[in-house]
């Protein structure tokens, strides 16, 4: 018993080692990409309209538009690898894929981990979704009413202590979504990103995002630590979206309101 | 006071513990309502499902088959889907279908909300055991004892409220203390319908925080001490009503 568990060991710091040094050996992510013919992309198979799956079971949606036009640049194909947000740095530090698009806010201790290439390509923060026959104009509005949130999100707190907002708040998305339309509450605060989406649903076709969105923060893709010449390249990919209006182009696309980061992204690169 | 909370911020500080329900006042008014919350939903749904086990139970009893037949139905039907299952059901299922009412945003909302389902629900799960519970009682007591009083003219309500009743609350306390208790824990569910009881508050608090495991001691203790004085109460309602030579 004992013996096979040193064993076990063994092995399992021998395989940590080939892991390093192939890690060591890989000249370049873009050479071997190209080699390959092939790009993998990490990206979310979730979160409507930016990555999700469609009639067939296929990834579609605005990041896997984006990780195709890469994969054009290079000349290659291009490999979708759904992600989660628990996972999607293991899989990039681990070799599985070869750059992240899947609507990653950019914080520091991410950096520590993964390289992100400047600029942020999106950005995304809080709003509520609401009946329009509420006329909700500011935060201020939420006062003692209750609001529908999610267990556990960030924006909870600051919305029940600076807005006075009583929060009710689920499991999931689906049993908010399902409290807001049963009138349980009178909006649904969540991130603007996901709730830009329902309201392409027909069921929520009586529903609006009045708020201004507070909280933004940018998203970033991300390759491997240590792939400088790859990451040169994606900033300059960034630049070109922002700059020939790629990004608004494909918000339209995918059914989403052009949102202010990528008006003042494309007015900046312009 | 501001001293105590000053110690506990400086706790933190100094060892990591940190227990924002005490020094933040927000969190504190939080947990503050979460553990009134808990406190009156046990209670109300303590007196509710009493109320309907010693009911069902005299119904139970009844010679109309079909009021038999429904108790019956009612018991199965709670005591065998799981309280959440049927939270759940009252709360999205049930809810939706029930009338609107304006509320004062001016909007439509369910008659009931998730407070008053957490009553409905919890009470009848936990009365659907106590009606058993109450049988078991009623049927230990000496079919002798009934008989001598119908000869003494008592009617069958007469028999069950000032006979049966008071000797079978004495058979059935310990396991009615049983099933109390589980009540009292079953409250955290209520967390899954956005009930701000204790569970739900502390969820809130820990993941603002990030301190799950000193929300976790403080649920554990908390919780141990609620259920604590119930029971410290019921064992001394169960000494209170011993009679020398019935039962034990």
């Known amino acids: 018993m004992m013996n096979r568990m040193i064993k076990g060991v063994i092995g399992a710091a021998a395989l940590g080692a080939m892991a390093f040094t192939a890690s060591l050996a890989q000249a370049d992510a873009l050479d071997n990409i190209k080699a390959a013919g092939v790009l993998k992309v990490g990206v979310k198979a979730d979160y409507k309209p930016y990555g999700f799956l469609d009639s067939s079971g296929a990834i579609i949606g605005l990041e896997p538009d984006l990780a195709q036009d890469v994969a054009d640049r290079l000349g290659v194909k291009v490999e979708f690898v759904p992600v989660v947000s628990s996972n999607r740095m293991q899989f990039l530090e681990q070799g599985k894929i070869d750059l992240m698009i899947a609507t990653m806010t950019d914080r520091p201790d991410r950096r520590e981990v993964v390289l992100i290439p400047d600029p942020n390509y999106y950005s995304s923060g809080t709003n509520v979704l609401a009946r329009k026959e509420f006329g909700l104009m500011t935060w201020e509005d939420l006062r003692g009413k209750p609001v529908c949130g999610i267990q556990g999100a960030f924006y909870n707190k600051k919305t029940g202590q600076e807005f006075g907002a009583d929060i009710v708040a689920f499991k999931g998305t689906a049993e908010a979504y399902a409290a807001l339309q049963q009138g349980n509450c009178v909006a649904f605060v969540y991130d603007d990103s996901a709730l830009v989406a329902k309201l392409n649903e027909p069921e929520f076709a009586e529903y609006e995002m009045p708020l201004p969105t507070i909280d933004d923060a940018p998203w970033g893709l991300a390759v491997q630590k240590g792939e400088t010449a790859f990451a040169e390249f994606m900033s300059q990919t960034v630049t070109d979206w922002h700059k020939t209006g790629k990004i608004l182009e494909l918000e339209t696309k995918w059914g989403v309101a052009n949102t202010p980061f990528a008006k003042a992204m494309h007015d900046k690169y312009k | ?248």
């Open chain 2, 1 to 248: 006071m501001e001293l105590v909370y000053e110690w506990f911020r400086e706790l933190y500080q100094t060892t990591g513990i940190n227990l924002p329900f005490i020094y933040d006042s927000y969190d504190r008014g939080r947990l503050i309502d979460g553990f009134l919350t808990t406190v009156e939903l046990s209670l109300i749904c303590l007196f509710f499902s009493v109320v309907i086990g010693i009911i069902g139970a005299w119904l139970q009893g009844s010679s109309f088959t079909w009021t038999r037949r429904i108790v019956n139905g009612y018991i199965q039907l709670f005591r065998n889907t799981p309280p959440l299952v049927q939270l759940y059901f009252f709360y999205f299922a049930i809810g939706s279908m029930l009338p609107r009412v304006e509320t004062e945003w001016g909007g439509q909302a369910p008659m009931l909300g998730s407070f008053a389902w957490a009553v409905i629900s919890l009470s009848f799960f936990a009365g659907a055991f106590n009606v058993e519970i109450f049988r078991s009682g009623i049927e230990a007591v000496p079919k002798s004892t009934v008989e001598a009083a119908e000869s003494l003219g008592f009617s069958r309500f007469q028999i069950y409220r000032d006979v049966t009743l008071p000797l079978a609350i004495r058979v059935v306390l310990p396991s009615l203390n049983n099933n109390l208790v589980n009540l009292v824990k079953t409250t955290t569910l209520a967390y899954a319908i956005a009930v701000p009881e204790m569970l739900y508050e502390s969820a809130q608090i820990w993941s603002d925080n990030v301190n799950v495991p000193e929300m976790m001691i403080f649920l554990l203790i908390a919780y141990f001490v609620l259920v604590g004085i119930l029971v410290w109460g019921m064992n001394r309602w169960e000494r209170a009503l011993k009679i020398p030579g019935f039962g034990s």
